[in-house]
């Protein structure tokens, strides 16, 4: 990946991050039973930022993207998503989740649906798009991820890197204003990272706020403007990715970043 | 073909070869045989032994079929013509053919009336089992019940059409105030639906003439197998919806409602249906109050519903539970809430794995209709135990008869297996 970095580099210097706060979260503790999965975190995401999550396993840093969705729920603290503070109430978190744009590392399309329908599902349904309008959108996104021509397979037929592609059209088909994603290329084969990266990075270019919890430096350096570095549940370091990657400061920075940078 | 360079390393191909068709002992039914019945001498041996005993099934069962009399009037005039002669005696198939199909005491005159809310039964269900015709034809569905009740029962239109009356003001006011909220729109639509109801049961008692145009029919004078495939699908189409419900109840996090439905499932499921069939006949009485006359009909397909759906709900979950989770995470990250997350994208899935499960219950369900008769009521194995074995005519006619009730059901179920195993070919998606 360090190749794509060098070459497209400057262009991450050109998107524009505003001092609009899209996501706020304070003090943020969970717990799983007794186990302190997330201890204390403190992080305020302005619109527009790109945002690299990595860590060891374990680490907490799916939870804590999990929790801004409240597919997690957190025990203490204070979330913030675009202005909506998320509070057990139902009709909150649903409003925060059509927000919010999400995509896994398993995709989790529907595989009773084609991949259209996979697209306009929760336009029609949540923001009561009418049908030809939802399709017309949908057709956009998959164009933009570049697979318009599967629009009536079903996902089972698609290789994974197209499956999560189209995960990323879906996510994007309800306008989030913020997209988390959670390994996104974890599960994939090497050639199909690199166009699902592509995708993400396109997306980044168009100032769409993100965060990514990803094992992928070159995309880290080439597309963040912040990374973060979690262990044990708290965060222990983040900043710019040059100054991250160069010269990291705790020493289990240092020792993540050899291990996965040392061969 | 030229062989110019057939000694050459290099080599190019000069002349095509046309393509023939594959030696007879390669293909074929020769190949066929040679492979699955004579491919080893074990095999052939056991070949020959299966064709021995299927002739002599054939050569004794053939005979007693075909030789069978359809004519006589009595078992003794059967035995009379026969004279020791094996041969069927179906005269009985015959002469009762009515009473095995609509029980005894049904009007013989009215026999056009279940005739043709057998065929509109069709015509209902063809629009909820084949989901690619229009969904207009839905209507259809929904107007069945009714008009199936009118025909079969009789008496006052008035009836069914109250009835009606009551689900769709039921509806009407649930769907206004379900905007607003759930639980008002659902009490709010009980609540309205009782109210019709109360006031259509005085408006029939008021207007009712005392000639309907269709004579009424009493649920006692109900039988024969018409009976079975009234309480059949009756009860299977009560039950998968009602299963559906205590499934994702069983899922609840509401602690009542998970509670409520796990104690209703697990002491259906404890009871045998004969017990179940025997409170409805006689205890459930207790249970209304003294001058409520609950039909035994009703009261029979109440039970049976619970039971089955008690069944149905835990195949349901079971196809619930082999869904993974992310796609519970993908509806909620999508915005959808959970009607919509259900309806749309766990239950299509859930069910679809659920299918021979609740084909199986559904299978199980038709043919436990049977079970009936020892509560005196006169289905077709009632028919053919009581009434028919019991007169002198045809006193000693099992195999014919047995056999037209196992064939009557083989017949029913085996299409219902069938549908099934289309349906899951149609419904496959996953490409695996």
């Known amino acids: ?263 | 073909m030229s062989d110019t360079h057939a000694q050459s390393v290099a080599y190019v191909r000069e002349t095509a070869i046309p393509p023939a068709p594959a030696p007879v002992n390669a293909a074929g039914p020769v190949k066929w045989m040679r492979d699955n019945l004579f491919a080893t001498w074990a095999n052939a041996l056991l070949t020959v032994a299966a064709l021995y005993v299927l002739y002599l099934i054939l050569a004794s069962t053939l005979p007693w079929i075909f030789g069978g009399l359809w004519t006589t009037s009595s078992l003794a005039e059967c035995r009379e013509i026969l004279q020791g002669k094996s041969a069927a005696c179906f005269s009985v198939l015959s002469e009762r053919w009515n009473q095995l199909l609509f029980g005894f005491k049904y009007p013989s005159e009215l026999y056009w009336r279940p005739g043709i809310a057998f065929v509109l039964l069709f015509i209902a269900f063809a629009p909820v089992l084949f989901f690619d015709l229009p969904r207009k034809l839905l209507i259809l569905t929904a107007l069945y019940p009714f008009v199936a009740y009118w025909l079969i029962w009789g008496g006052s239109i008035l009836i069914p059409i109250m009835a009606l009356a009551g689900f769709v003001g039921g509806y009407v006011v649930y769907s206004k105030l379900v905007t607003r909220n759930f639980a008002a729109g659902f009490f709010g639509g009980i609540a309205a639906a009782a109210v019709i109801w109360i006031i259509g049961d005085y408006i029939v008692g008021a207007l009712a003439s005392d000639t309907p145009w269709l004579t009424p029919v009493p649920s006692r004078d109900l039988g024969g197998f018409m009976l079975n495939l009234m309480l059949g699908v009756t009860c299977v189409s009560l039950s998968i919806p009602l299963g559906i419900a205590l499934a994702l109840g069983r899922q609840s996090s509401m602690p009542l409602i998970k509670w409520i439905c796990v104690v209703f499932i697990e002491f259906i499921r404890g009871v045998p249906l004969i017990t179940l069939l025997f409170v409805a006949s006689v205890m459930l009485a207790y249970f209304f109050p003294p001058e409520a006359t609950v039909d035994l009909f009703l009261r029979v397909v109440i039970m049976i519903t619970m039971f089955s759906s008690a069944y149905i709900a835990e195949v349901i979950r079971g196809g619930l539970a082999a869904l993974p989770k992310g796609q519970y995470e993908a509806g909620d990250s999508l915005g959808l809430d959970y009607a919509q997350s259900m309806r749309l994208i766990i239950l299509p899935q859930a069910l679809k794995i659920s299918i021979p499960g609740i084909v199986n219950i559904a299978v199980g369900l038709f043919k436990d209709t049977t079970l009936v008769s020892v509560i005196s009521m006169f289905d077709l194995v009632g028919m053919i135990r009581g009434p028919i074995l019991a007169s002198t005519d045809w006193n000693g006619v099992y195999w014919e008869l047995l056999g037209f009730a196992a064939l009557l059901f083989f017949v029913v179920c085996y299409g219902i297996s069938q549908y099934s195993q289309w349906l899951e070919r149609r419904l496959a998606t996953d490409h695996r």
């Not at chain 1, 025990?75 to 675009?82: H, N, P």
């Open chain 1, 1 to 263: 990946m360090a190749d794509i970095a060098e070459n497209t580099a400057p262009k991450a210097a050109k998107m524009q991050i505003s001092d609009e706060v899209a996501i706020s979260i304070e003090n943020m503790n969970k717990w799983y039973g007794t186990f302190h999965v997330l201890r204390d975190i403190d992080l305020t995401v302005y619109r527009g930022e790109r945002i690299v999550i990595c860590g060891p396993s374990g680490s907490g840093k799916s939870t804590l993207i999990r929790c801004i969705n409240a597919l997690e729920e957190h025990q203490k603290g204070r979330i913030e998503v675009d202005g909506t503070v998320l509070s057990s109430d139902l009709k909150n978190i649903d409003k925060i989740r059509s927000e919010v744009g999400m995509c896994f590392q398993h995709f989790n399309l529907f595989p009773h649906l084609t991949i259209l329908e996979n697209c306009t599902l929760a336009p029609i349904w949540v923001r009561k798009t009418p049908k030809k309008e939802a399709e017309a959108t949908a057709m956009h996104f998959l164009e933009k991820v570049k697979i318009p021509d599967q629009a009536n397979k079903y996902p089972g037929q698609l290789s994974g890197g197209q499956q999560q592609r189209v995960a990323i059209a879906r996510s994007l088909c309800m306008k989030p204003r913020v997209m988390l994603f959670d390994e996104p290329t974890s599960a994939l084969d090497p050639e199909m990272i690199k166009e699902v990266l592509d995708t993400m990075i396109e997306l980044a270019e168009e100032g769409m706020t993100m965060l990514c919890v990803t094992h992928e430096m070159g995309f880290a350096r080439q597309v963040a403007n912040r990374v973060i570095f979690m262990d044990e549940g708290q965060i222990v370091e983040q900043n710019e990715p040059e100054a991250f990657f160069n010269n990291p400061q705790s020493p289990r920075t240092q020792l993540f970043l050899s291990q996965i940078l040392g061969h």
